[in-house]
């Protein structure tokens, strides 16, 4: 198997597994915020229960949509579904990245959470722009690395709330851990794919 046939492989398992892990993420964790009350939000979140909502309901959209992106049927044989889902998806991205924002700005844990969230929300909303100038000057190569940057920091948010559950004993301290998810739930698996996408064009150049 040469490098880039490997390097889709190593790329398809990761998209392939975020997207298995994100049904069960949405199919379990989310289901609390569609009802509208003030014990299924808890008071951290009730105060601002509409971007909350807002901020879930597009997540869950890019969660569950941007793996068809990658599908090669869906992009060769069906093009308008592709071009339509891909625009779902990156408004998607920009209006969940504006709740997100928000909701950094409004959130009392600490400054490290805070910061990390904004970054967080900024790149989201950052590779999904970058996609879209990358494909409307018809460089497919580009839009399809930066889809990919995208769906990556988009299962950001499913990655804060494992660790957080699995992480609850090993750091006790909320802020401590919430802090240093809100930066390693999107900075870990970014730089992770990102390897995955240089890796061919290093082993290009040194030929």
Not at 37 to 51: D, H, I, L
């Amino acid at each position: 198997m040469n490098s880039l046939s490997l390097k889709r492989v190593l790329i398809g398992f990761l998209l392939i597994s975020g997207f298995i892990i994100s049904v069960y993420f949405v199919a379990v964790k989310t289901p609390r915020y569609f009802v509208f009350t003030e014990e299924s939000y808890g008071p951290y979140f009730w105060t601002r229960a509409n971007w909350v909502l807002v901020h879930v309901v597009f997540g869950i959209l890019a969660l569950l949509i941007g793996p068809f992106q990658f599908i090669p049927a869906i992009q060769n044989n069906y093009l308008n579904v592709h071009r339509w889902m891909g625009r779902t998806y990156l408004i998607s991205t920009m209006i969940g990245g504006i709740a997100g924002l928000y909701m950094a700005s409004t959130s009392q844990i600490n400054y490290t959470y805070q910061t990390g969230l904004t970054s967080l929300a900024l790149i989201w909303m950052t590779a999904g722009t970058m996609a879209y100038i990358a494909i409307r000057n018809l460089n497919i190569k580009q839009h399809r690395e930066w889809m990919i940057r995208s769906y990556v920091i988009t299962f950001g948010f499913t990655v804060f709330r494992i660790m957080d559950e699995l992480l609850v004993n090993a750091i006790p301290d909320q802020g401590d851990r919430l802090g240093m998810l809100s930066w390693i739930c999107w900075a870990v698996p970014l730089l992770i794919a990102e390897v995955c996408i240089q890796s061919g064009k290093l082993r290009q150049a040194s030929e």
